[in-house]
């Protein structure tokens, strides 16, 4: 005879699985995953969670269980641990306080299937959660230790009483209270992580243009400092005229060259490494360049793009502001001290390539780099901010490392005006 309970329960632990790799997703980068791996730990997640339960029901070695389950899957994607176990314990806490809630409120022996019930109010608690606003980039975002334990306390502490409801086996309209607000104030977790992410976005965006600023401060200076030399060389243009005329009647040809070099030495900028016309691009360059040449011994940079180009200038400071700043922290780590930059627009692709010295990394080709520094909530968070953009442009970066040499190459589909 057909057990239609068991049946029941195989179908609706699937639903269950589904919602914990929905509630997953929202929250870590889903295409860094190794697919097949994550398919594979979510099949052996869902028969170990389902053996479990169907021996031992609701209880202790079920939640431990469910609890590694859940840990365990988190590590098939990328990201920090702190934000791995901030994830593991929300969602355990919100499934195990579904649990509990239908636990305390009908028993094991109810008329419908307890766990059918469980899994509709965690469907309610997915609905919830999808439905706050959170940014794109937000899977990529890595908080600080104080932003990481302020969101990991409340579900530690959310487990720690629902084990203690659960190994004392209590019951009653208390327990049943208990975990319903412990549901409640989990749910509630996900607005402050909500309020924190927008935070972060403001911080991170009124930081690129506090250095935005400094760009343009300096390309102001560098615009003057032109002006000046060409009212210089203005103002004594008939003196240079008349010494240039003598040296031609003279028929010396070799003092008229040099003559015309001395003025255009005179013209040289020499806060001025980037000229192309477009306002944008020659503040951003000239401001990183000039840090990089106080700091390294060979800086060479090569631009050929048009003074128009349609491409947001907050992109443009996110894109190279943070390879640069990567690829001049790891070239004066080193004894050559090299750094080359080359742009160049063509058919509407703009190609940019970083190559610079560097030390400590494996060689290879690569599409994604982690961060080398200790602290990656604090660091790494640039690189993923500058995935973010060139796939907005619907572009492609690839990093490479051979020889002590690094190289970040970047295609993005931009047009000309």
């Not at 398919?39 to 869902?46: M, P, V």
């Not at 965006?205 to 060409?230: C, G, H, P």
């Not at 509407?348 to 602290?375: H, M, P």
Request: glycine share 4%.
């Amino acid at each position: 005879m057909v057990n239609y309970n068991v049946i029941s329960e195989l179908i609706v632990n699937i639903l269950r699985v589904l919602l914990i790799k929905k509630m997953m997703e929202l929250f870590l980068p889903a295409d860094d995953a190794d697919e097949k791996k994550l398919q594979a730990g979510f099949i052996f997640y869902y028969l170990l969670t389902t053996a479990i339960y169907s021996i031992f029901g609701v209880s202790v070695i079920y939640a431990v269980c469910n609890c590694l389950g859940i840990i365990g899957l988190t590590l098939f994607y990328q990201g920090a641990w702190k934000k791995h176990l901030w994830v593991s314990l929300m969602i355990f806490s919100i499934d195990m306080a579904c649990s509990l809630t239908v636990y305390f409120a009908f028993g094991q022996e109810f008329a419908i299937q307890p766990q059918a019930i469980q899994t509709l109010l965690l469907l309610i608690s997915v609905t919830v959660i999808s439905h706050i606003s959170y940014p794109a980039d937000s899977k990529e975002m890595a908080f600080d230790k104080r932003q990481t334990y302020i969101l990991i306390v409340i579900p530690a502490t959310s487990v720690f009483i629902l084990c203690v409801l659960l190994y004392g086996r209590s019951g009653g309209a208390e327990a049943l209270l208990i975990c319903v607000s412990t549901l409640i104030i989990n749910l509630s977790v996900f607005f402050l992580y909500h309020m924190m992410v927008e935070n972060y976005r403001n911080v991170r965006e009124n930081d690129i243009y506090k250095q935005q600023t400094y760009a343009y401060k300096n390309q102001l200076d560098v615009i003057m400092e032109s002006q000046s030399r060409i009212k210089a060389l203005k103002h004594d243009m008939k003196n240079h005229m008349l010494a240039l005329q003598m040296l031609i009647q003279k028929k010396d040809w070799e003092e008229a060259e040099n003559y015309l070099n001395s003025m255009q030495d005179f013209m040289a900028n020499p806060l001025e490494y980037i000229s192309t016309g477009n306002d944008t691009i020659d503040s951003l360059l000239n401001y990183k360049l000039q840090r990089a040449n106080d700091v390294l011994n060979t800086v060479e940079a090569k631009i050929n793009i048009p003074e128009k180009l349609i491409l947001h200038s907050f992109d443009l400071n996110v894109v190279l502001g943070n390879l640069l700043d990567n690829a001049i922290e790891a070239a004066s780590q080193t004894e050559e001290k090299e750094l080359k930059i080359a742009i160049k627009l063509d058919k509407g692709v703009l190609f940019i390539n970083i190559w610079n010295s560097c030390r400590g990394i494996a060689e290879g080709k690569a599409q994604r780099l982690e961060t080398t520094k200790e602290d990656v909530s604090n660091h790494g968070i640039g690189l993923r901010n500058v995935r973010v953009i060139v796939e907005k442009y619907h572009g492609d970066i690839d990093f490479t490392c051979a020889g002590g040499k690094f190289e970040t190459d970047i295609i993005m589909y931009v047009k000309e005006m």
